[in-house]
């Protein structure tokens, strides 16, 4: 048997008796790995608006008196901030909320939303590390040791590199992904085949850039927490040496402009500082990657295509078992084969002849855990295991609906494109990277995926796709983590519409306009694109921060759900127009004859001409990180809520509806909490079910799996619900549905209301919050309405408003309560 034994980089020291490993910086990783960082602030001048409580000076070496809501009595008591309270944050969240110690919400307690980490996914070992790294967040004697020295425990490596599912094995067909390896453009395509070989093809140069005899790739590095860490070449790599290869392309490509190497800082900064436009870049080109095709046999060589000037060529590459390598070039229907006399292979490392099975049935299990609003039931769709029978990571990330075939389309972040049709699992795709939406067509799926819009067609109609056209890739990727693609979403003008995320990173090569953490390394980073269904892409809109989720809505129109941060005070719902600007100023440094530090792109200056959203989703409460809408077309199978959004939140496992009304005001209202994981992606059935799509991975989730899909069943009843909230000036009326005959007598009601402001801060806290008084109350049974009129009050006249509603009296929303909001945006 092959073994192997994993290693934690930097972290190990091996000894004769035992591994040792460094808590500190074990617990460094450990923090970032499980996205502990989007919550706390770790940087003694780092004033963000964030969910939870900052960490710098917190615990000290002599702990310090912290300052707690404890959840049973509901009231404050001071705690010593040591080890013991640590671990039971971190295991309890829930029965100590913090209060804030500092800043403008100082003696505020935070809202629990943070999610607890069982020992199944945290050990104790990895905790204990975290708290350790955190005691040296701090100044002087206060400040913890730099590097605390343990004996590793058992359970942290793996013995046989076969159950390891990140180890992307090659059996009895071959392979191809989407990777971020370094030596190579993030865009660059990774195949292995049957035969051991194993081999990368990079549009930035149009070239077979590296090759290598063993394991194939393992993902590790791209699975784990945000995928801050890069992809490697897979067990026992052997790399082959091409010095010499040769010429195979009419003339030399660098496509380095929007596909630089991975960790080339230089260029990027180059291009973002220089004199040329990204547009001018992409038409100066004149070059295109146009895709691949897998091989006729299972176990072939694929076909990459591509385009350089007027000239289109198809290239096939092989090694001999003798080591001579082939280039096969078909070009204007000229063929030609160059070869290169590399090493003999030798000997290597293969997989064991693990069969490929690509089709599994499920049974579905009640999710008794999640709280729903009366009349539904929700159900787990367990995962199906990789191809080779292994546990794997599976976000249903995409998932659009088959009408023809009567199943449901599925795509995640790393485990391929999968088909779910009477509750059974099957493969139809793989190798995609960080998958987030999909579209079904009649003979054509189009993917989105952090490198680009891809055509997906099964040529040979055998339930796998072997063909993927590059639709669009116009426009700069990395290996930064935060570079994701949103959609894509078709308009109603039959062109496909995807959303690109800012990075995260630091340095020359970034410009963040002034905000602390996300930027644009150029290439319409921060901005909305369209393409055609021929491949023709241009600029949409601009101003995009994080924009996590996209749809067309029944209407027609272009809907997106932006993330709190810099600019954003809080998260929002936008419509989304062509050449509108959404408030983030990073990306403007893609309009024509801009650079960072040209005055023209100067916040300041665009406030003016800002969008404004159609609703705000308050931070903490309904929304921190919102994903894509759905609405209920499903003529009443969903229950009493027909043509209204639905939409979920990522870090806090919820499911709420929006109600846009008019002059940028919306009622927006709980729908389900509890689910086991991140909420991002909703999809209808024929039948008339809603699949839940969720990930907690990197931004850890309140429901604290990394992963789940639940389906979501209308079962009916009468019992009473809110459906919606009006207003007419001061006066609310919450609209009910089902049996209204009982509503208390007495609402119970409490209004709050505050602001948000965006700015370059990192969010916003609840400004000039206000405890409402009702001056008159009318309880219509009949009319199943509650209408409350509120007092008039000059510090909220015509502005931008949060209204919460929350009673104990109402038919509840929430587990014992009810809670809604209505905003109004300015």
């Not at 000036?729 to 208390?744: A, I």
């Amino acid at each position: 048997m092959i073994t192997r034994t994993f290693s934690l980089p930097l972290l190990l020291t091996s000894l004769a008796s035992a591994a040792k490993v460094d808590l500190v910086q074990l617990g460094k990783e450990t923090f970032d790995a499980v996205g502990c960082a989007e919550c706390h602030a770790v940087a003694k001048d780092d004033n963000s608006v964030k969910t939870g409580p900052s960490l710098y000076g917190l615990f000290t070496t002599t702990p310090r008196e912290h300052t707690v809501i404890e959840a049973a009595e509901e009231h404050k008591v001071n705690l010593k901030a040591d080890l013991d309270y640590f671990k039971k944050s971190v295991r309890e969240p829930a029965s100590e909320i913090a209060v804030a110690d500092s800043g403008p919400t100082k003696g505020t307690p935070f809202q629990p939303v943070m999610p607890a980490y069982p020992v199944a996914f945290l050990n104790e070992q990895k905790a204990e590390a975290i708290f350790h790294y955190l005691r040296t967040l701090n100044e002087g004697s206060a400040s913890g040791p730099t590097q605390v020295m343990a004996e590793l425990e058992e359970g942290t490596t793996q013995t046989d590199i076969h159950q390891d599912s990140k180890e992307i094995l090659v059996t009895d067909r071959t392979r191809i992904y989407r990777a971020r390896v370094r030596g190579n453009s993030a865009r660059a395509i990774y195949v292995g085949l049957p035969s051991g070989l194993n081999y990368s093809f990079d549009p930035r140069t149009m070239t077979i850039t590296k090759a290598w005899w063993g394991g194939f790739l393992n993902i590790k590095g791209e699975t784990n927490g945000r995928g801050r860490d890069l992809t490697t070449m897979g067990h026992q790599a052997k790399e082959i040496t091409l010095a010499g290869a040769p010429k195979i392309n009419g003339r030399d490509v660098d496509l380095s402009f929007k596909s630089p190497l991975i960790e080339d800082t230089e260029t990027i900064a180059n291009h973002l500082h220089g004199d040329a436009d990204f547009a001018d870049q992409l038409k100066d080109a004149e070059t295109r990657f146009l895709g691949y095709t897998y091989a006729e046999k299972p176990d072939g060589t694929p076909t990459f295509h591509y385009q350089i000037g007027k000239k289109s060529y198809h290239l096939r590459f092989n090694i001999d078992p003798d080591g001579t390598a082939r280039w096969e070039v078909e070009s204007d229907g000229n063929k030609s084969v160059k070869t290169l006399k590399t090493e003999a292979p030798g000997n290597f490392w293969k997989a064991n002849p693990i069969p490929t099975i690509l089709s599994q049935p499920v049974g579905l299990t009640p999710a008794s855990e999640i709280h729903l609003v009366p009349g539904y039931q929700a159900e787990r769709v367990p995962a199906p295991t990789d191809p080779h029978g292994r546990p794997q990571l599976f976000e249903p990330m995409g998932m659009a609906l088959d009408a023809a075939n009567r199943s449901l389309v599925v795509t995640t972040r790393t485990a391929g494109l999968w088909r779910l049709k009477d509750n059974t699992w099957t493969m139809i795709a793989e190798g995609l990277l960080d998958s987030l939406g999909v579209i079904v067509e009649k003979d054509r799926l189009i993917v989105g995926q952090k490198t680009e819009v891809t055509e997906l067609r099964d040529l040979d109609q055998d339930g796998f796709y072997e063909s993927f056209r590059t639709l669009s890739d116009d426009f700069l990727i990395t290996e930064n983590y935060h570079e994701y693609l949103h959609g894509p979403a078709k308009g109603k003008d039959g062109n496909y519409y995807f959303l690109l995320n800012l990075s995260h990173t630091d340095g020359r090569h970034i410009h963040k306009a002034n905000g602390r953490f996300m930027g644009s390394q150029g290439g319409y980073r921060g901005w909305a694109m369209q393409v055609t269904p021929d491949g023709q892409t241009k600029p949409f809109a601009m101003g995009l921060r994080s924009p996590a989720g996209l749809a067309t809505g029944p209407d027609g129109n272009l809907y997106y759900t932006e993330n709190q941060g810099e600019y954003n005070g809080t998260s929002k719902l936008h419509l989304l127009r062509e050449g509108k600007y959404y408030g983030h100023p990073s990306g403007l440094v893609d309009l024509p004859g801009m650079k960072p530090d040209s005055p023209g792109i100067a916040w300041d200056k665009w406030v003016p001409k800002r969008e404004v959203s159609l609703a705000l989703l308050p931070h903490a409460r309904i929304a921190n990180s919102p994903g894509s809408p759905v609405w209920d077309t499903t003529g009443g199978k969903f229950g009493p809520f027909v043509g209204e959004m639905f939409c979920g939140d990522q870090t806090l496992s919820t499911l709420f509806r929006i109600l846009p009304k008019k002059n940028n005001e919306a009622a927006l209202i709980h729908f389900g909490d509890g689910f086991p994981s991140g909420v991002m992606r909703l999809c209808f059935d024929e039948n008339g079910a809603l699949f839940v799509g969720q990930t907690g991975r990197g931004w850890r989730a309140r429901g604290g799996s990394q992963q789940a899909l639940v389906k979501l069943t209308y079962v009916g009843g009468n019992k009473p619900s809110l459906q919606d909230i009006s207003r007419n000036g001061e006066t609310f009326t919450l609209h009910f549905t089902g049996d209204t005959s009982k509503l208390e007598a007495s609402s119970g009601l409490t209004i709050e209301s505050w602001y948000y402001h965006d700015k370059p801060d990192y969010g916003s806290p609840t400004n000039n919050k206000l405890n409402e008084t009702i001056v008159s109350e009318k309880i219509d049974p009949t009319s199943g309405t509650v209408t409350v009129t509120l007092a008039p009050n000059e510090n909220r006249k015509n502005g931008t408003r949060v209204f919460r509603f929350f009673s104990k009296n109402l038919p509840h929303n929430r587990k014992g309560v009810l809670e809604a909001y209505y905003t109004k945006s300015k």
